[in-house]
């Protein structure tokens, strides 16, 4: 992995993946959505990655004679979803634990920022 993919999928990505989490948490959506979309965002990172700065691309691996090694562009398309999916269920619970407590303020209060917990219980 280059410098520049590491960039393209922490900071383009990554920012598309904190504002996916939110708006899945939002929605009242259940946290394997993340996973789901995360997937789908990382294929458009590998693409973007393979488009702009020669990077590994699974399908043009397995559409192309003169594609990279498979097993390679799959590793990195892996690595990148991992990546997309872990920021996405992060801010997924962090909204979702800030949405707790600004509902239902009668009946949970913070415990951290990605936790709550009923009031009146120690």
Known sequence: MTFSLLALTFLL???AAVLMGNAIAETWRPWWQNITYG???AIA???LGFALFDGPFFIDSLVS???GPFGEALAAYLVDAV???????LAYRVTL???MV?????????TGLLGWR????A
């Open 13 to 15: 990505f990554g920012g």
């Open 39 to 41: 997937a789908l965002l």
């Open 45 to 47: 990172d590998e693409f």
């Open 65 to 67: 004679s003169d594609g």
């Open 83 to 89: 990546i997309i999916c872990a920021i996405s269920l």
């Open 97 to 99: 634990a800030r949405k």
């Open 102 to 110: 600004s509902q239902y303020p009668w009946l949970y209060e913070r």
């Open 118 to 121: 009923e009031k009146g219980r």
